[in-house]
């Protein structure tokens, strides 16, 4: 009896969740490269007091089963990747993809990560490295004594060398996508490493046939996160942690009448 | 003893059958493609006394119990995600997903594609197409209303969209999986996908609330019932009749 009390801590366990993802989400709206995250939740199972479809006489069925359904559980979250706004910085070296795909770089363990934050720097050998010194991959070393630094929207690298008029090509910038990017596996430092879900990377040149984007120099992408929406669920998930709450109350006042009843 | 005890007894525990509907409702009220649980009371004739179809059996007897619990069909509100393989039906059809149990139904598209490029659910299971499971190929994915899936022009599949004659009943099993009975299936008419959506839960936390409140208050008259048969009638009888002889 009163499966209702377990049922409503259910959902208010899962509207936690919710709220923390929301939290996230808001907390990381000025990280460029960032991509906002839902959490999926989905119904526990049933008890089913009479099956639908069940035999009521020989010759009848009921009309409709009696089953009572024990509450919720966060299922996954989901990484949502629609295209965040560019913003003009001006850096020569920050890149943004207008597409799906991601950068790749080399992660200290010698794991090739994926992340749509590029904001590059060089390193003291002149390689291009991200904010956290991870190199950007396939390597591209920009000369230090170059005066002009231009990627072309299919990711030519190339640089003008002084007393040089033509422009001397460094290397192209290669993207990658995933069947299904929303299976990613978020590591924080906005780097992905790909999952069984997500599928193996495919790895191209921008700008390409593939759907993998072109690239925008001088320009970063704004976190994806809707700020609006967020908050509108937001306080979906307070009303809705609320409602269970108050199912929690009804559910004990109800126990403590029926204790009355024996007094 | 007196037949009202059980009847106010049998309504008592209908109604806290009932809040454990509607605690299971609110608590799926964020649950994508999930359908709200419709709570079905009928009322039970005791067969008693020698006329049981008596207007005095009728009156005495007659004890409400909650038969049983429907889905609510009605379409849930559509929420734009943006993500390619987030799929909402527009109408009443369903997903057909194959599970170790046999073939499920869906409203909750949140797909994703598994290792071996095979268009399944969140919970792994595969996605049924018109010709089986959908192998998914290379490239960004468009899926049509018709649920056509396709990637720079090369089809993968078709999803196969069913809906059910009206009256057939669903049994849920969890995670937003529907059973139906064999055969029951027919091809969807009425039913588009929509890319880049998914279907909210269907629940309507207003409706829910007043449920909760009406099975709350009812549930406190049928204790009230009980006490006055407990503690008033019945005390009368054993306490108060031998005192007037």
Excluded: W
């Excluded at chain 1, 994806?224 to 269970?244: C, G, H, K, P, T």
């Excluded at chain 2, 734009?80 to 059809?93: E, V």
């Excluded at chain 2, 399944?120 to 499971?133: E, F, S």
């Amino acid at each position: 009896m009163f499966h209702a009390l377990y049922t409503a801590a259910s959902g208010m366990t899962a509207q936690q969740i919710n709220l923390d993802n929301i939290a996230n989400n808001l907390a990381n709206a000025s990280t460029s490269g960032f991509q906002s995250r839902r959490v999926q939740f989905s119904d526990l199972l049933y008890q089913s007091e009479v099956m639908p479809g069940a035999a009521a006489t020989q010759q009848t069925t009921v009309a409709a089963g009696l089953q009572v359904g024990l509450g919720t559980r966060p299922g996954n979250t989901e990484i949502i990747q629609t295209q965040g706004d560019l913003s003009s910085t001006g850096n020569p070296l920050d890149f943004a993809i207008e597409g799906t795909g991601f950068f790749q770089v080399l992660l200290p363990n010698n794991q090739i990560g994926y992340t749509r934050a590029g904001s590059f720097q060089t390193n003291q050998q002149g390689t291009l490295v991200t904010a956290n010194g991870n190199e950007l991959q396939p390597s591209i070393n920009i000369p230090a004594n170059a005066t002009n630094i231009t990627v072309g929207s299919d990711g030519t690298v190339s640089v003008t060398l002084p007393g040089q008029t033509n422009a001397a090509q460094v290397g192209v910038i290669q993207l990658a996508t995933f069947a299904n990017p929303g299976g990613l596996n978020s590591v924080g430092n906005n780097i992905y490493l790909p999952t069984t879900a997500s599928g193996d990377p495919v790895v191209g040149t921008p700008g390409g046939a593939d759907g993998l984007g072109t690239i925008q120099q001088g320009m970063l992408e704004q976190a994806n996160v809707n700020i609006v929406d967020e908050f509108v669920n937001m306080i979906l998930a307070q009303r809705s942690y609320e409602s269970n709450s108050r199912v929690v109350k009804a559910a004990d006042e109800m126990l403590q009448g029926l204790n009355q009843v024996a007094q | 003893m007196d037949s009202g005890y059980y009847a106010a007894c049998t309504a008592l525990v209908s109604r806290t059958q009932a809040l454990d509907t509607i605690a299971n409702n609110l608590a799926n009220a964020s649950t994508v493609g999930y359908r709200a649980q419709q709570n079905e009371f009928s009322s039970v004739l005791a067969q008693a006394g020698s006329a049981p179809d008596s207007d005095l059996n009728n009156a005495i007897n007659n004890y409400g119990i909650l038969s049983g619990t429907t889905l609510d069909q009605t379409q849930g509100a559509l929420q734009k995600t943006g993500n390619d393989l987030d799929l909402a039906i527009q109408g009443s059809g369903f997903f057909v997903v194959q599970t170790a149990n046999g073939p499920m139904y869906t409203r909750n598209g949140s797909f994703q594609v598994s290792g071996k490029g095979q268009l399944i659910t969140a919970t792994g299971d595969p996605v049924m197409g018109d010709m089986g499971a959908i192998s998914m190929l290379p490239g960004s994915v468009s899926i049509s209303a018709d649920g056509t899936i396709s990637s720079n022009g090369a089809v993968a599949g078709k999803l196969k969209l069913v809906q059910f004659p009206a009256g057939t009943q669903l049994t849920s099993v969890g995670d937003t999986y529907y059973s139906a009975p064999p055969k029951s299936e027919l091809a969807a008419t009425d039913s588009t996908v929509k890319q880049g959506m998914l279907e909210s839960s269907n629940v309507n936390p207003v409706a829910s609330m007043v449920e909760l409140i009406t099975a709350q208050r009812s549930a406190e008259m049928m204790q009230r019932a009980l006490s006055l048969y407990n503690s008033e009638m019945d005390k009368t009888a054993t306490q108060e009749l031998p005192k007037v002889g």
